[in-house]
């Protein structure tokens, strides 16, 4: 079984910064994984907000681009996601995934909070 805990979310003004972190454990190999961060604002769909592969290629949502950075550390077992100059609309729940290169399983956290608001 995979495990993933995110932490790092908080309450920020417009233009700060926050760093989540999501640390993965459990049976499988992670240097063949793909790990990112989806979020989901009240009202809204899902979205895609950063990946990484096992090679560190990158792949960002428009709205973040800029902003945003997504790093791994593979010895760790964790992904990062820098954000900067936070806006409003940048307020939803994050959520780290990993996927599986191997079997295309999808594997989640529970979620941290970000809220940027004055």
């Known amino acids: 079984q995979v495990q993933l805990v995110e932490s790092g979310g908080g309450l920020v003004q417009p233009g700060g910064s926050l760093r989540l972190s999501c640390i993965a454990s459990g049976r499988i190999d992670f240097s063949i994984a793909v790990m990112g961060w989806y979020r989901q604002a009240p009202g809204k769909q899902r979205e895609l907000v950063a990946e990484?592969?096992?090679?560190?290629?990158?792949n960002y949502v428009d709205s973040v681009k800029g902003r945003f950075t997504i790093s791994r550390n593979n010895a760790k077992n964790t992904v990062y996601l820098q954000m900067d100059n936070l806006k409003p609309e940048d307020t939803a729940v994050y959520c780290c995934y990993l996927r599986s290169i191997i079997t295309g399983n999808y594997y989640w956290g529970q979620g941290t909070q970000v809220t940027v608001s004055s």
């Open positions: 990484v592969t096992n090679g560190g290629r990158t």
